[in-house]
């Protein structure tokens, strides 16, 4: 079985890189948004043309992500959303949402501390984990039913 996982959220540590490295020869794919933070915020005007409004840019930023985002959750198997140090990530909680509510395996990846400011989105997901390598043991777990040694 091949699982597809998207992974989503904060995008200034290695997090990303440490799931795919750990998860080496497993069947897995991944996807994730746009991790270059100009490119993302400024995809919209490039792709459709400028805006004098800053308002406006963004808009259009979010909305060509959004493509990009819901396709990347729709076609997943597994979401992995990870809340950084500043855990206001507000796509973040956005895609865990989404991906909730589409009947996605939602993986949330945060720190202790934000237990309490997180805990909507906890509910929503079907583990809490807080370091990438428990990703990796429940995505290995998922695939061979081995648990960690």
């Given at each position: ?21 750990g ?20 995809c919209?005007?490039?792709?459709l ?71 909507e ?9 807080e ?19």
């Open positions: 079985m091949t699982l597809k996982v998207y992974l989503s959220g904060e995008i200034h540590t290695d997090w990303r890189e440490r799931i795919v490295e998860s080496e020869g497993l069947d897995v794919t991944f996807a994730s948004p746009v991790t270059d933070h100009a490119a993302s915020d400024d919209g005007v490039a792709i043309g400028a805006e004098e409004s800053k308002f406006w840019h963004d808009h259009k930023g979010a909305k060509v992500n959004a493509i990009r985002t819901r396709h990347g959750i729709e076609t997943a198997d597994i979401v992995v959303v990870r809340f950084g140090e500043k855990y206001k990530q507000w796509n973040a909680a956005f895609d865990a949402g989404y991906a909730a509510a589409l009947g996605k395996p939602v993986i949330v990846l945060s720190m202790p501390e934000h237990q309490h400011a997180l805990k989105v906890h509910a929503a997901s079907l583990a809490v984990a370091d990438p390598g428990q990703v990796v043991d429940i995505l290995r777990y998922t695939l061979t039913g081995v648990l960690p040694s």
